[in-house]
């Protein structure tokens, strides 16, 4: 690690859970000023007063989905959190898991507004002053399911491959701008993923960890960490990551 005083600010959507809030953890251990953005002011007051003795922590409350609320939370930030310098796009679920057929449009709707135009609305919001200042690093936290097609999940996986299209894309336009995108495709995570997808039921929920170790949100957030910390020239670009039991979306080894 370096010497030097850490200085960035970052913003991290989905801070109140999962990958979003093991990421601000390890950000705010290394001293990283933090904007946490989120859905539930009672889960970000908390998150809050637990980083607090860290860094600089400034919250957020509002859903990606909302176009307007995006646009006027990040237009209000206080002077101190104002210069995002690294971006985590780490909103994002799956609901529901069924064939294209008997799909809820509702489940199809809140995946396609969260992961994918949430996701856009946040980025945009930001973009502006990274290219002004000349510098800046994004990172979208996409998903092995941005890679593969799997029975079942084929608006999840839409919506994570265009995670990854929209990743790539971005670092084209941006390359003449100094600023730094990459992604993060996890494989099996074990947060409230599963439980958001099947809707609270915890049986199936905790069917799909079954007999394998899955990978955890810290696991996640020290790759977030790696990626942010590397030297000035380098960017990682894209990573797959996987617990050990898991070869792809589809081949798992339970014990
Ligand atoms: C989560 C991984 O395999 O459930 O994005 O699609 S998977």
Redesign the pocket.
């Known amino acids: 690690m370096s010497e030097e005083k850490e200085q960035r600010t970052a913003l991290i959507t989905g801070a109140t859970s999962g990958i979003g809030r093991a990421t601000a953890q390890i950000f705010a251990r290394h001293g990283i000023r933090l904007v946490l953005c989120g859905r539930r002011q009672e889960r970000l007051d908390n998150l809050k007063l637990e980083l607090s003795g860290l860094t600089d922590v400034h919250t957020l409350q509002f859903d990606v989905r909302e176009k307007n609320e995006v646009f006027e939370a990040i237009g209000s930030l206080p002077a101190l959190f104002s210069e995002i310098d690294i971006l985590i796009n780490s909103a994002g679920n ?1 609901h529901g898991l069924e064939p294209m057929q008997e799909g809820d449009v509702d489940d199809w709707d809140a995946m396609i507004d969260g992961n994918v135009k949430g996701l856009l609305y946040v980025s945009r919001a930001i973009l502006p002053q990274m290219v002004q200042r000349k510098g800046g690093h994004i990172i979208h936290v996409g ?3 941005g890679k593969e097609v ?1 029975a079942n ?1 084929g608006v ?2 839409a919506s ?1 491959h265009a995670v990854d299209a929209i990743s790539k894309g971005m670092r084209i336009d941006l390359i003449s701008h100094g600023v730094k995108v990459g992604a993060i495709h ?4 074990e947060t409230e ?2 439980k958001v ?1 099947f809707k609270g039921d915890t049986e199936r929920a905790d069917a ?1 960890y079954q007999g394998l170790k899955p990978l955890s949100a810290e696991d996640v957030a020290d790759v977030i960490y790696f990626m942010v910390s590397r030297p000035a020239h380098v960017n990682i670009g894209d990573v797959v990551v996987l617990p050990l039991a898991q070869a792809s ?1 589809t081949v798992r080894h339970r014990e």
């Open positions: 799956a998903s092995t399911a799997y999940g999840y996986c994570k996890p494989g099996m995570v993923f599963s997808r799909v979306s």
